[in-house]
């Protein structure tokens, strides 16, 4: 789809979106029941309130999608970032793997990571800055069944409470126990070799005294095989929780160590090379790093020596070289401890401390594409076709062939060679939080005041570029033949090379009041005032020298008022403006240092406005938000290493509808839709669309239950449609929008046993979610995850 027709709908949606509102809201009030289903119309949220106070999700004046631990098994995501899809107004890249996933939101900029993205348990931030380069929040966290639901919460009063998020704040609840013994335990199996192990048990230890343990174990080559067992990992959890006369004490822990295959762009251009490709194998997992540029063949700075030349790593003899294991992959090593307390200190006083503490490592491990893959017989034909590729052979001599490092083989000149960089990105990161509020209830309404205070740490090493060529196919080698295959060269393209360590401090005051204006008319308030706080060193090179020292100290004031009115006791609407911001993570300074130095303090300023419509009745949930998001000052580099960064303005506007329908006859259908204008209105590419990011996205989910005596089916599907999307914000790539078909069944027998079945991807649909960011004239580019077929057998009591 052209970005003309996608405009020319958006202008249609906005001319008709009140009117379409009226419409509903007219024929709400002519035919909605008076009867409402309990569990749509009293579910409740306790995201996006101040101190995480309970609040009916239909009361609520700020656009909030929840999933249930049901409807997540039913999903069965393949990974954190991928249960995000069920959000509307959120595009979730997750093809990258379990980890590494890239997570967009509203329009706001983005193209790597999650920046706008941060992923809370029990109401904690797991890591307060949502992105660091290599690591975006739902890295840090694993589904399984110790969760029980998911919230998901859109812009609203984000801003000012807890780590005053402007973009997408995702709370998983944990499970807890209570005074009848309960628990699962579940095998799940796949097409792919998946084994994996679920479970949790959850009862009473002591009078209002209740637990929850938990966790998984799993193993698999990975759904892109790998020829190993790349993807591995186990997880627990324990949840203590302590009902008092006057309050409730929770306690938990959640240790996790999962790794993954981190899947990367391929070419596009090479026979064979389909969604089920991964070029990490058993012959080429193992590869060898030089840190140190002296033998680097690039200028990439024009300066006329190689870039970052020089430098071992400390406590090591220049050139230092070790051998990494690419099959390490991409994952987390950690922990997360944290808790809260809740007392009713006086009659209508009540009093909230939130806290928690994250520490662990963070590693990225990969085989990253460099430019595009190349035939061999055109590279003998003819130098130009890649010229880094410099032949060692005689490309006029039919005797003389490259060959396989490993095998020894004669590598035909039908086949392609492709520079894949060893990368390797270690970090060790370490979080405190604690959110301290006190909340005076009276008959109008509610006065809360706070105080959030977290501190955040990195240490980390790069080693970026370290190129060789390889056979482009499933565990391709390394080959012989190419001039900087040479292991004295340190590598085929660009190597940066760098060691930091970052410490970032936010102390921040809130106070929030929400109160009843007029019957069915509810105002709320939020202010936030933070000051951050940032100490960054870089050694760029590893050569014991620091190129870059940062002391940033700065202090903003984050704001939100709503009006939430009630038409009736089924249907109501809100109207709601929020001012706030993103402070800049450590790799802001680093990748911004010039803009930095000539006084832009690279904090994003974040308006947002936002108009909503809620109808419930005993067969219709209906929440949709028109939306417009104005981010200045948003700052852009592209992947290669260090470099200048591009600052921008974008806005974006749209609606996101979330709904669903059931009868008495079984039969369920949810609706999950987002439409979205976006643009660059000043800095660089100006009038070019968000990166990334659909003009419109569909999902419908139909489900319908069956009774067969003791065994109750239920059979579901989930259609999802997406329109064509900008590779870059160059608006270079085009990614064709794709459609994607999803079916399952699930039988229990006897209300214990359970078998799930389900296919992902039926059609075995070929799209991609990107194209090359860190080259994007390469014809190389990521497919969405390929048909899979999995398997769970399990038990509940």
């Given at each position: 789809m052209?970005t003309?027709?996608i405009?020319?709908?958006l ?8 009117a ?9 009030i002519a035919t ?6 309990d569990?749509?119309?009293?579910e409740?949220?306790?995201?996006g309130?101040a101190?995480g106070?309970e609040l009916r ?5 700020f ?7 049901d409807e ?12 995000l899809?069920?959000?509307p107004?959120?595009?979730s ?5 379990v980890?590494?996933?890239n ?12 920046p ?25 966290f694993r589904?399984?069944e ?6 998901a919460?859109r812009?609203?009063?984000?801003p000012?409470?807890?780590?005053g998020?402007?973009g997408?704040?995702?709370?998983f ?10 628990g699962?335990?579940k095998?799940?199996?796949s097409?792919?070799?998946l084994?994996r ?8 230890l002591?009078?209002q005294?209740?637990?929850?343990i ?7 080559p990975?759904?892109?095989?790998a ?5 591995e990992?186990?997880?627990f959890?324990i949840?203590l929780?302590?009902?008092l006369?006057?309050?409730?004490i ?8 999962d ?6 762009p391929v070419?596009?251009n090479?026979?064979?090379?389909d969604?089920?490709?991964n ?8 590869r060898q790093?030089?840190y140190d540029?002296?033998?680097d ?15 071992g790593f400390?406590?090591h003899?220049?050139?230092s070289e070790?051998?990494?294991?690419i099959?390490?992959?991409r994952?987390?090593d950690?922990?997360?401890?944290g ?8 009659d209508?006083?009540e ?6 503490y994250?520490?662990?490592?963070a590693d ?10 190349v035939?061999?017989?055109a590279?003998r034909?003819?130098q ?14 039919p005797t003389?062939?490259l060959?396989g ?18 990368w390797?990105?270690?970090?060790d990161i370490?979080?405190?939080t ?5 909340a005076?209830a009276?008959?109008w ?5 706070g ?6 740490t990195?240490?980390e090493?790069?080693?970026l570029?370290?190129s060789?060529y ?5 565990g391709?080698?390394v ?33 929030a009041?929400?109160f ?11 202010v ?7 100490n960054?060193?870089?050694d ?8 870059l ?9 984050s704001?939100t008022?709503?009006?939430n009115y ?9 109207l ?6 993103k402070m800049?993570?450590?790799?802001s300074?680093r990748?911004?240092r ?6 832009n303090d690279?904090?994003q300023?974040?308006d ?5 419509f ?28 260090a470099g ?13 509808i979330?709904?669903?329908w ?14 979205l ?10 009038g ?20 067969f005596g003791d065994?109750e089916a239920t ?10 999307r900008?590779?870059?914000r ?15 069944l ?12 389900a ?15 860190r ?23």
């Amino acid at each position: 789809m052209t970005t003309h027709s996608i405009n020319n709908r958006l202008q249609f949606l906005c001319r008709c979106w009140p009117a379409a509102l009226l419409l509903c809201i007219s024929s709400g009030i002519a035919t909605a029941q008076d009867e409402v289903a309990d569990t749509a119309i009293e579910e409740i949220i306790v995201t996006g309130t101040a101190g995480g106070a309970e609040l009916r999700k239909f009361d609520a004046s700020f656009a909030i999608t929840t999933a249930s631990a049901d409807e997540i098994s039913m999903y069965q995501p393949e990974s954190t970032a991928d249960l995000l899809k069920l959000v509307p107004g959120v595009w979730s890249e997750s093809s990258g793997g379990v980890s590494g996933a890239n997570v967009m939101v509203r329009g706001f900029p983005g193209g790597g990571d999650a920046p706008f993205l941060t992923v809370q348990v029990n109401g904690s931030p797991i890591y307060p800055p949502p992105t660091l380069s290599f690591l975006e929040n739902t890295t840090l966290f694993r589904l399984d069944e110790t969760v029980l639901r998911m919230e998901a919460l859109r812009g609203g009063p984000n801003p000012v409470f807890s780590n005053g998020q402007p973009g997408l704040t995702t709370n998983f609840i944990l499970r807890e126990g209570s005074e009848e013994t309960q628990g699962m335990a579940k095998y799940t199996t796949s097409d792919y070799d998946l084994r994996r192990f679920d479970g949790y048990v959850s009862g009473e230890l002591a009078d209002q005294f209740y637990y929850m343990i938990g966790g998984y174990v799993s193993s698999s080559p990975g759904i892109r095989d790998a020829q190993f067992n790349s993807d591995e990992g186990h997880q627990f959890t324990i949840n203590l929780t302590k009902d008092l006369e006057n309050g409730t004490i929770n306690v938990f822990h959640r240790n996790t160590d999962d790794v993954g295959t981190w899947y990367l762009p391929v070419a596009l251009n090479v026979p064979g090379v389909d969604a089920s490709y991964n070029q990490l194998g058993t012959m080429n997992r193992q590869r060898q790093i030089t840190y140190d540029n002296a033998n680097d063949v690039v200028d990439n700075n024009g300066d006329g020596s190689p870039d970052f030349a020089g430098g071992g790593f400390p406590g090591h003899p220049d050139p230092s070289e070790k051998t990494v294991n690419i099959g390490d992959g991409r994952g987390w090593d950690g922990s997360m401890t944290g808790g809260s307390v809740t007392f009713e200190i006086l009659d209508g006083w009540e009093l909230t401390d939130r806290v928690s503490y994250t520490a662990g490592n963070a590693d990225t491990l990969g085989l990253v594409p460099d430019g595009a893959a190349v035939q061999i017989s055109a590279l003998r034909a003819n130098q130009a076709a890649d010229p880094r590729a410099v032949l060692t052979i005689d490309p006029g001599d039919p005797t003389e062939f490259l060959t396989g490092s490993v095998s020894g083989r004669q590598i035909a000149n039908s086949e392609y060679i492709q520079q894949f960089g060893a990368w390797e990105v270690r970090k060790d990161i370490e979080a405190f939080t604690n959110d301290l509020s006190l909340a005076k209830a009276w008959d109008w309404g509610t006065v809360t005041a706070g105080y959030y205070t977290a501190n955040a740490t990195v240490e980390e090493w790069w080693s970026l570029g370290n190129s060789r060529y390889e056979v482009v196919q499933s565990g391709g080698e390394v080959v012989t033949g190419i001039a900087c295959n040479d292991p004295a060269v340190d590598s085929c393209g660009f190597n940066y090379d760098i060691d930091a360590t970052g410490d970032a401090t936010t102390n921040a005051f809130y106070a929030a009041t929400t109160f009843d204006v007029v019957d069915r008319l509810t105002i709320d308030v939020g202010v936030r005032v933070e000051n951050y706080q940032v100490n960054y060193s870089v050694d760029e090179g590893l050569n014991g020298q620091v190129n870059l020292a940062i002391d940033f100290d700065e202090t903003e004031t984050s704001w939100t008022v709503a009006g939430n009115y009630q038409l009736t006791d089924t249907m109501g609407g809100f109207l709601r403006l929020n001012q706030g911001s993103k402070m800049p993570d450590f790799d802001s300074f680093r990748d911004n240092r010039g803009a930095f130095a000539n006084g832009n303090d690279l904090i994003q300023d974040i308006d947002q406005y936002e108009l909503g419509f809620k109808w419930v009745t005993d067969s219709l949930s209906l929440y949709a938000t028109g939306f417009f998001t104005d981010v200045t000052n948003t700052a852009f580099i592209a992947l290669t290493g260090a470099g200048a960064g591009q600052l921008s303005t974008q806005e974006s506007k749209g609606v996101e509808i979330d709904g669903t329908w059931a009868t008495d006859g079984g039969f369920l259908l949810n609706l999950n839709a987002t439409v979205l204008d976006s643009e660059i209105t000043a800095g660089d590419n100006v009038g070019n669309e968000t990166e990334r990011q659909p003009g419109w996205q569909l999902r419908l989910t139909p489900s319908y239950e069956l009774q067969f005596g003791d065994v109750e089916a239920t059979v579901y599907g989930t259609i999802s449609a997406v329109d064509d999307r900008w590779g870059e914000r160059a608006n270079t790539n085009l990614l064709e929008g794709y459609e994607k078909i999803d079916l399952g069944l699930l039988l229990r027998i006897n209300e214990a046993f359970i078998v799930q079945l389900a296919a992902d991807n039926i059609a075995d649909e070929e799209a991609l979610t990107e194209s090359d960011p860190r080259t994007a004239t390469a014809p190389n580019g990521r497919y969405i995850m390929p048909r899979t077929f999995t398997l769970s057998v399990g038990y509940e009591f």
